[in-house]
Structure formats: C-alpha cells, structure tokens
C-alpha cells in the first residue's frame, strides 16, 4: 500500500527529489477537466460508500486561519516551524501560547455551510445503508461538532492532548487549558513571549504523574497513527466516490489518498477555492467556495428513497 510507505508528515516543499511527485502524476494520469454538476450528481445518487477527504478550506470557511505547510504565520514564525518536537522541546512556553491561540479561535468557531452539507449527508445515507467517512487533516473537529459521527483525524485533534512522561492521552476543551495561559497567545509579530515555567504549561493529572502535556497532533517530521492509517486505507479501498474538499494536497501522506483511489479507477471530485495548475488530475473539479459548492453536490438526489 503506498499511502504506508509515506507515512511521515512532510510538506510538499521539503521533499528532496520528485519521487512522490511523480508518482502523484503517475497515479492521477491525465483526464480532461470536467465541472458538470448534473453527471456528478447522478454518479453521487449511486454511490454507497463515499469517502470525504477535508482540509483547511473547509475551515477557513469558519473563519480560522489556514495554518497549511509554508504559508501561515504566528507572531514572527512560520506556523511549520512551530508545529514540530523540536520547537516544543525548545521553547513548550512558545508552542503552547500557538496552540492556546488556535484552540480559541476553533472554539469560538461554528462549522460552516460545507461541514454542515457533510454532516447532513453521512445521516441522510445512512438510512439508505449508506455510508460516508470524513478523513480529515483538520484538528479543530468542527465536523464533529457539525454533527458528522464518522471522522478518521489523519493529524490528531487540537482538544487532546499527551503526556510526555506517562504517554496519557487526554480529551480538553477548557479555555483556556491551564491557567497561565490565560490572555496569552497574541499573535502580533511585536507582541513577546510569555515566557511561561514549565511547570505552569498544561500537566498530566493521571495518578500525580504531573507530566508535561503536549498537544496531541501530528507535527511536521512526525509518523501518523497507525490505527487511523489502517482505518484509512480500509476506507479508501472500500470506497466507490470520493470527494476531495478544501485541500492544497500539500502535505504527505495525506497528499497521497485521493490520487490513490484515483489509481483505482475510482471517480475522485475535487472542490476547491482556486484553480489548480493541474487541475485534471481527477474525474470532476468543482471551483468555488466549498461552502456554496458542496450543499449543491451533496444535497437529497431525487432518485434517493428517504
Ligand atoms: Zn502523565
């Protein structure tokens, strides 16, 4: 299985040949674009399992800031350059404060028109004895709070967390998580680290171990789960549509789901903001706001029984 021997989190850039990028055009081949709503409908209408694969535009639809490989920034630093072991073993205090602001902002956030298209869609089919997976990149789990029940989070979630010492892992939704990051987390390139002791970042309270927490996502350099890849690659090997929403396909191996259901033969939809330079590498493209595309496509088919 490809997707396994890519199981690391890497971003697209840093990749030091065109290995991975030429098997992405291999895998894809060449089709001709193809935005016809009304033939993807009729292929949704027949579909019984569907696979959804999300990324940060679906968030950014809710308003939190696309924090994708090379491109967002908190403060002064690249977002990639937080989100790894290595920054938190340096500065935990700096990370935290990054986290706690992403943590808020998704709390404050309500899932957007195209989560809650997702959502409605997973409980309609199911009383078709149909199904529809959403495996996401996204930890801000505003599907599930859209009300979507089947989520495989390929990076992890911002509301658990880890412990490094016992390895404890842990469900927090408190604002915030501990009390010294209270009012921290500005994200103004002049504002300065708070600095905040070790001991005041979020611990572990498993049996007075007192660990520190560490968010439980993936980080750049990081492997992914291997209980969600195995989930995964089911899912795509299962799958008789998929749907591509909101997603760059940037960064592996996540980059590596959609092509490989491609290579099956398998009709891949993607619905992006931007036109892509390449965008004929899968059966349909649909260009919009995935938020004003998506209610369209997934929307009661009229051949569907209720
Ligand atoms: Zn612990």
Redesign the pocket.
């Known amino acids: 299985m490809i997707i396994r021997q890519l199981v690391r989190r890497t971003p697209l850039p840093a990749l030091e040949c065109g290995t991975q990028i030429a098997l992405l055009k291999t895998m894809t081949g060449v089709a001709r674009p193809n935005s016809d709503m009304a033939e993807f409908r009729e292929v949704f209408s027949k579909a019984k399992h569907i696979a959804i694969i999300t990324g940060a535009g679906v968030s950014a639809e809710s308003g939190l800031p696309t924090f994708r490989a090379a491109s967002g920034h908190w403060r002064k630093w690249k977002t990639q350059d937080l989100a790894t072991a290595q920054a938190f073993s340096r500065n935990p205090s700096r990370v935290w404060e990054f986290y706690h602001y992403w943590r808020e902002l998704a709390l404050k956030a309500t899932p957007s028109e195209a989560h809650r298209a997702i959502a409605e869609c997973e409980a309609r089919l199911s009383k078709q004895g149909r199904s529809v997976v959403v495996i996401t990149q996204n930890v801000d789990e505003l599907h599930r709070r859209a009300g979507s029940k089947h989520v495989l989070e390929v990076h992890g979630s911002l509301f658990r967390t880890r412990?490094l010492?016992?390895?404890?892992v842990d469900a927090s939704h408190h604002s915030p998580i501990c009390p010294a990051l209270e009012g921290k987390g500005d994200p103004d390139p002049n504002c300065r680290d708070a600095a905040i002791p070790v001991k005041n970042l979020p611990r572990?309270d498993?049996g007075g171990?007192?660990?520190l927490l560490r968010p439980h996502v993936i980080w750049f350099g990081e492997t992914l789960d291997s209980h969600i890849l195995t989930k995964v690659e089911k899912e795509l090997d299962a799958c008789d549509l998929c749907l591509l929403v909101g997603t760059a396909s940037v960064v592996f191996p996540a980059a590596m789901f959609a092509p490989q259901v491609a290579s099956r033969g398998v009709p891949v939809a993607e619905f992006n903001i931007r036109p892509r330079a390449n965008m004929s590498r899968f059966t349909y493209h649909f260009q919009g706001p995935c938020a004003t595309t998506l209610p369209v496509a997934l929307e009661r088919h009229e051949s569907e029984v209720i």
């Not at 010492?165 to 404890?168: A, F, I, P, T, V």
Request: negative net charge.
């Open positions: 412990c010492s016992c390895g404890d572990c498993e171990c007192d660990g």
